[in-house]
C-alpha cells in the first residue's frame, strides 16, 4: 500500500525519442546502485546497533569473552562501520551474500532454494486478483448506475482493511480445518500437490492488491466511457462485449501495469506474513526465520535481494507503460 | 420590464438551489464501530472484573455469562485480553503515526517550500531506499536491533522498539507525501502573487501549504493507521514485536492457532476485533473522501 | 402535429421518410430535459440542428442513436421511427442492428473519436470485417477505398498510424470514412468542423455535400455554427435550452428569422453579419440544464422583446411560414415592429 500510495507517478502522455530511453535505463541503473549502498549502510547500522553482539547471540550466554571475540573478530564485526560496508559492498559485486551463521550455508544458496517458491505465491496471486479485479471493476465502470460507485467504494475498502494473517488464520480455520477442503499448510512434492498447497496463499495474498486493482480498472473504465471514442465505436454497432475487451481493457491495463509493479514490495512484504501463516518454506519464512534466530549475514543478504527485486521491477514497469502505451512509445 | 426581470430573479433562485448535500452513510458507521469497540476497551473491568494475566483453573472454556468470549488455555478471560489489546494497538497506532505526521510533514512542508531542491531531492532519494524495503521487513529488522525487550518506563517489552520502528518507516512517507503536495501548491498563481505583495515566507507557509498539505496527509494517516494495526498483529503473529504475556491480537491469535480445532473462540475473538477496527477506519477515510469530491 | 407541417412533410415525402421523430422527450434524470422535438428526414436530405453550446445538441445526438442510456439518460416519451420501424419501443438490440448499419454518427471533431491504443487500421477492421460483400473485398483495400473518398492522402500509410499522430483535419476524415464503412443511410455528424482550421472546415463539408449529392446519404448536421448548416442543410432546427424554438426551411430562417433567439443568433454570426458591421451579442447567459423552465419562455430572461405575458406560459408551437414551426407567442407582433 505504501509504495503504489507514494511512488505512482502521474503518466506522461506524449512519444519520447529513443535518446530518453537510454536515459531512463541509465537513471534507474544509478537509482539501483543507489539503492544497494543505502541499503547495505541501512542493514550494516541496524546490525550494528542490535544488543549483544552477534556471536554471542550464536555461541549462547555460557560462551567465554575470548571465543565470543574470536568469532567476532572472523566476522569482521570488529572493523569500524564504512570498512563493513565497504567490504559487504565488494563481496556483493563477486556475486556473494555471504554466508549464513546459523546454517552453515551461503546466502545464496538459501535464496535460491526459497525464491521460487515466493514467486510462483506472489505470481499466483498476482494472476488471481487481475482475473477477479478486472471483470468487476469493468462492469462497475461500464455501469451508469450510481450505486455501483458506491458499491465498488464500500467493497475495495472492506477488502483492503483485511490483515493477511487474520485472512489466512480464517481460511485455515474454515475450509482447511472444518471442511477439509485444502491442505492447512506446507508445500507439495508434485505440481498438483503443489497448486492444492498454493490455493489458499495465493487467496490470503490476492485479497492484499485485488482492492486498488479493483479501484484502478474501475477509475480508468470510468475515464474511459467518458471518452469520444467509446461513442464513436458503439455509434458503429460495436458490441459492448467487444468495445470493454478490445477497446478499453488496454486502455485500462496502462495504469495497471505500474500499479502492479509498485505493488513489488507490498506484495514480498505480504509473502513474509502468508508463508508464516501457512508454512511454505519460501523466502518469507526464510529471512523471518533469520531475523528471529539473529542470523545477521543471511538477514543482510536476503533484504538486499528483496530491494534490487523491487528496483528491478518497478523499473521493468516504467519501461513496460513505455511499450504498452502508443501516446509514449518511441519516435525513431 | 422591471416586473419581469423580478419575477425571473425570483425563479431563478428558487429553482438554483444547490445540489443536495449527501452525507453517506460511511463516516457516521465507523465511527460508531470505533467508539463502541474503544469504550469497551476502557469499560471492561466494569463488564468482565479479571486479571488480564491471571492464570486460574478454567482453561479453554467456551463463550458463557462469566466469561462472556471464553478463557484461553491458561485460563485467562478472553475478554478482558482482547479489551486491553485493542487499548495497546490503538495507543501504539495513534503514538506512532502520530509522530510520523508531525515530523515528516514539516521536513516535507520545509523541503517543498524551499526555493532549493537539494533537501527535496535527498529526502527523495532517502526515501526510495526505504520503499524498496518491504515495510514489514524493515520494521522486523529495526525491532531486531533496537531489542524486543527493552522495555523504558515500564512500557510493555517489545512497545518501545516497536513505536520506534513505525516511526523510522513513517515519517518518510508523510514526507514525501506533503512534499509533492507543497511542491505543487508552491507553483500556484495565488503563492507567487502572495510573494509579490512583500508577504513573509512563514506567513505563506501557513496560510496557504499547510491547509492544502493537511487534508491529503490525514487521510493518508487514517489508511496508516489501518496498516499499522494490522502490522502490529501481524508481528506479534511473526514472533516479534509486542511480547507475551502483554496481551496484543496477533499474539493472542498467535495463541490460538495451535488449538483452533478445539477452542475456535480464542482465534475469532481478537481477529474480530481487528477486522472491525480496520473496517472501521477503513469506511471512515472512504466517507471522508466521498465528502471531499462532492466539494 | 399541425396541419401546415403535414402538408410540408407530404410534400417533401412522397416516399416514406427514413427517419421520423415524433414529440421526442429524453434527459437524463435529474439534470436536463429535452425536447419535445419533431421532424423527419428523407434519403439524400439535410436536417441542421443549430444553437449554443449546452443546449442539448449532443444529447439529441445520442438519443437518435439509441446510446443516450450509456449516458446515464433515457427517452421519456415521444417515438423514432427509422426505416417504418418504430425503434424507440424496442430493445438494445435493435438499436444495435440500426447502429451497425443504418444511422452513421461522426463524434464532434474537436475530440478524439479515435482509441490512442490502437492504430487506425483496426477501427476499420473491426467493422469491414462484419459482413459478407466488405471480406470479398478484403478490409485493408475497403478501407483505402473508404479514407480516399474522404480525400485523405496517403490511405495507406494513414491505416498503420495512431489517432495522436494525425492533425485534426486528417482525424475528422477518418472518423467519416469510418462511419461510412458501415455502409449507413443517415449520417449525423456532430460539430463536424468545430476546431478545425477554415480551409479543412470546408474540405470537410464539401465531401458531406457530395456524399449527400452522389450516394444519397441523408445527413443530419449539428452545429453551433450558422454558416455550417447553410452549407449543408435544406431545412434547420433552431434550439435553445432544450427545446426547438424555431424549425423551416434554412434560407427562409436564415433570411428572415421569426423567433428572437433565431434572430440573436444570426447577429452574432460572423457569416451572416456584412462586413465592417459590429456583432450583436445576445445580452446574459444560456441558463443551466438544471434550470430549463418549463412554465415560461426560456428565452425571455435575455429577450429584448420580452413582456410579462412571456412568462405566464410556455409558448406553444405555432405553424410559421417558413414552412416549420415557431414558439414564440408574440411573434407575428415582433415582425410588425421590426418591418415598421
Same mark, same amino acid.
Given at each position: ?332 | ?43 471492561v473491568?466494569?463488564i468482565s472484573p479479571y486479571?488480564p494475566?491471571a492464570?486460574s483453573?478454567s482453561i479453554l472454556q467456551g463463550p458463557s455469562a462469566a466469561h462472556l468470549f471464553g478463557t484461553d488455555?491458561?485460563g485467562r478471560d478472553l475478554l478482558v485480553r482482547v479489551a ?179 477452542a475456535?473462540w480464542v482465534?475469532?475473538f ?26 | ?68 442510456? %450509456? ?48 492504430? +487506425? ?5 473491426? +467493422? ?33 498510424? %495512431? ?76 434550439? %435553445? ?19 428572437? %433567439? ?79
Amino acid at each position: 500500500m505504501t509504495a503504489a500510495t507514494v511512488t505512482t507517478t502521474p503518466v506522461q502522455r506524449r512519444a519520447l525519442p529513443v535518446a530518453t530511453l537510454w536515459r531512463i535505463v541509465v537513471r534507474k541503473l544509478l537509482e539501483l546502485v543507489g539503492v544497494v549502498v543505502t541499503v547495505t549502510l541501512i542493514t550494516t547500522v541496524l546490525i550494528r546497533l542490535a544488543p549483544g553482539s552477534p556471536a554471542s547471540n550464536i555461541l549462547g550466554d555460557a560462551a567465554s569473552q575470548e571465543s565470543i571475540d574470536r568469532l567476532n573478530q572472523q566476522l569482521g564485526l570488529n572493523d569500524p562501520l564504512l570498512v563493513q560496508v565497504g567490504r559487504n559492498l565488494g563481496q556483493l559485486f563477486t556475486g556473494n551474500l555471504g554466508s549464513s551463521i546459523v546454517q552453515s550455508r551461503p546466502v545464496s544458496s538459501i535464496v535460491a532454494q526459497s525464491l521460487p517458491i515466493t514467486l510462483t505465491l506472489i505470481l499466483s496471486a498476482i494472476v488471481l486478483a487481475v482475473v477477479v479485479g478486472i471483470p468487476i471493476g469493468l462492469a462497475a465502470g461500464f455501469s451508469q448506475k450510481r450505486g455501483y460507485d458506491q458499491a465498488v467504494g464500500v467493497g475495495t475498502s472492506l477488502l483492503i482493511a483485511l490483515p493477511p494473517f487474520v485472512v489466512g488464520t480464517l481460511l485455515i480455520y474454515l475450509l482447511a480445518v472444518n471442511f477439509k477442503v485444502f491442505p492447512a499448510g506446507g508445500w507439495g512434492t508434485n505440481p498438483v500437490t503443489i497448486v492444492e498447497h498454493l490455493v489458499l496463499p495465493a487467496v490470503t495474498l490476492a485479497i492484499l492488491i485485488v482492492s486498488p486493482i479493483i479501484r484502478s480498472v474501475f477509475r480508468s473504465t470510468r475515464d474511459a466511457t467518458g471518452q469520444e471514442y467509446v461513442d464513436a465505436a458503439r455509434s458503429r454497432g460495436v458490441s459492448s462485449l467487444r468495445i470493454a475487451f478490445r477497446h478499453v481493457l488496454p486502455v485500462v491495463s496502462v495504469p495497471l501495469i505500474t500499479l502492479l509493479c509498485y505493488s513489488a514490495a507490498i506484495l514480498i512484504g505480504g509473502a513474509i506474513i502468508v508463508e508464516v501463516v501457512f508454512g511454505l518454506p519460501g523466502f518469507g519464512q526464510a529471512i523471518n526465520t533469520a531475523v528471529l534466530s539473529r542470523d545477521y549475514p543471511t538477514v543482510a543478504g536476503m533484504t538486499l535481494v528483496v530491494a534490487v527485486l523491487v528496483v528491478l521491477i518497478t523499473t521493468v514497469g516504467d519501461l513496460l507503460t513505455l511499450v504498452a502505451d502508443p501516446r509514449r512509445r518511441l519516435v525513431k | 420590464m422591471s416586473a419581469v426581470t423580478h419575477a425571473l430573479v425570483r425563479g431563478r433562485s428558487a429553482e438554483a438551489r444547490p445540489a443536495r448535500f449527501q452525507t453517506g452513510w460511511e463516516l457516521p458507521a465507523g465511527i460508531t464501530i470505533l467508539v463502541v469497540l474503544v469504550l469497551t476497551s476502557v469499560f471492561v473491568p466494569v463488564i468482565s472484573p479479571y486479571d488480564p494475566n491471571a492464570l486460574s483453573a478454567s482453561i479453554l472454556q467456551g463463550p458463557s455469562a462469566a466469561h462472556l468470549f471464553g478463557t484461553d488455555q491458561y485460563g485467562r478471560d478472553l475478554l478482558v485480553r482482547v479489551a486491553l489489546s485493542i487499548r495497546l494497538d490503538y495507543s501504539i497506532a495513534i503514538v506512532g503515526v502520530g509522530f510520523s505526521l508531525v515530523v515528516g510533514t514539516t521536513l516535507g512542508v520545509l523541503a517543498g517550500s524551499a526555493r532549493r531542491s537539494i533537501w527535496g531531492t535527498l529526502l527523495m532519494r532517502a526515501t526510495d531506499a526505504i520503499i524498496s524495503i518491504p515495510f514489514i521487513l524493515l520494521v522486523l529488522l529495526i525491532v531486531l536491533s533496537i531489542g524486543p525487550t527493552w522495555s523504558p518506563l515500564g512500557i510493555p517489552q517489545g512497545v518501545p522498539a516497536l513505536m520506534i520502528a513505525i516511526f523510522l518507516t513513517g515519517w518518510p512517507i508523510f514526507a514525501r507525501i506533503s512534499r509533492t503536495q507543497a511542491t505543487s501548491v508552491m507553483s500556484e498563481d495565488f503563492i507567487l502573487s502572495a510573494q509579490l505583495m512583500g508577504y513573509s515566507k512563514r506567513r505563506i507557509v501557513f496560510k496557504h501549504v499547510v491547509p492544502n498539505v493537511s487534508s491529503q496527509v490525514l487521510t493518508y494517516a487514517m489508511t496508516d493507521c489501518i496498516m499499522i494495526i494490522a502490522l502490529t498483529g501481524g508481528l506479534a503473529f511473526l514472533g516479534a514485536g509486542v511480547l507475551p504475556p502483554t496481551p496484543e491480537l496477533g499474539s493472542i491469535m498467535n495463541e490460538g492457532k495451535s488449538i483452533i480445532t478445539t477452542a475456535p473462540w480464542v482465534t475469532f475473538f481478537p481477529a474480530c476485533a481487528i477486522l472491525l477496527s480496520a473496517i472501521a477506519v477503513s469506511l471512515s477515510v472512504n466517507g471522508i473522501l466521498n465528502r471531499q469530491n462532492q466539494k | 402535429m399541425t396541419l401546415m407541417q403535414t402538408e410540408q412533410n407530404t410534400v417533401a415525402h412522397t416516399v416514406t421518410p427514413l427517419l421520423e421523430v415524433t414529440d421526442l422527450v429524453f434527459g437524463v434524470a435529474g439534470k436536463v430535459t429535452v425536447g419535445p422535438i419533431s421532424f423527419s428526414i428523407g434519403p439524400g436530405e439535410a436536417v441542421g440542428v443549430v444553437g449554443e453550446s449546452g443546449a442539448g445538441k449532443s444529447l439529441l445526438c445520442r438519443a437518435l442513436t439509441g446510446m443516450i442510456s %450509456y449516458h446515464g439518460g433515457r427517452i421519456e416519451s415521444g417515438s423514432i421511427t427509422y426505416d417504418s420501424r418504430v425503434i424507440t419501443d424496442g430493445r438494445q438490440s435493435d438499436w444495435g442492428s440500426v447502429r451497425r448499419s443504418g444511422i452513421g454518427f461522426v463524434p464532434q471533431a474537436s475530440l478524439s473519436g479515435l482509441n490512442p491504443m490502437r492504430k +487506425v487500421g483496426a477501427h476499420f477492421k473491426e +467493422v469491414l470485417t462484419r459482413n459478407a460483400e466488405d471480406r470479398a473485398q478484403g478490409w485493408h483495400a475497403r478501407a483505402v477505398e473508404l479514407l480516399e473518398q474522404v480525400q485523405l492522402n496517403d490511405p495507406k500509410r494513414v491505416l498503420g498510424q %495512431y489517432g495522436h499522430q494525425l492533425s485534426g483535419g486528417m482525424q475528422q476524415r477518418v472518423m467519416l470514412a469510418l462511419t461510412l464503412a458501415t455502409r449507413p443511410r443517415l449520417l449525423i455528424a456532430d460539430e463536424p468542423t468545430t476546431a478545425l482550421d477554415a480551409t479543412v472546415a470546408k474540405e470537410i463539408l464539401r465531401v458531406l455535400r457530395r456524399l449527400r449529392e452522389e450516394e444519397g446519404l441523408a445527413v443530419i448536421v449539428v452545429s453551433h455554427d450558422l454558416g455550417v448548416i447553410e452549407q449543408v442543410c435544406d431545412r434547420v432546427h433552431v434550439m %435553445y435550452a432544450g427545446r426547438v424554438v424555431e424549425s423551416g426551411a434554412t434560407d427562409a430562417v436564415l433570411g428572415r428569422p421569426l423567433h428572437p %433567439y433565431s434572430a440573436g443568433l444570426l447577429a452574432t454570426d460572423p457569416s451572416a453579419v456584412p462586413f465592417g458591421q459590429a456583432l450583436t451579442p445576445i445580452p446574459g447567459e444560456p441558463p443551466a440544464a438544471r434550470e430549463w423552465a418549463r412554465s415560461e419562455c426560456s428565452f425571455a430572461a435575455r429577450c429584448p422583446h420580452a413582456r410579462p405575458q412571456c412568462l405566464a406560459t410556455e409558448p406553444p408551437a405555432e405553424p410559421s411560414p417558413h414552412g416549420g414551426e415557431v414558439a414564440c407567442i408574440r411573434w407575428r407582433e415582433i415582425q410588425g415592429e421590426v418591418g415598421a
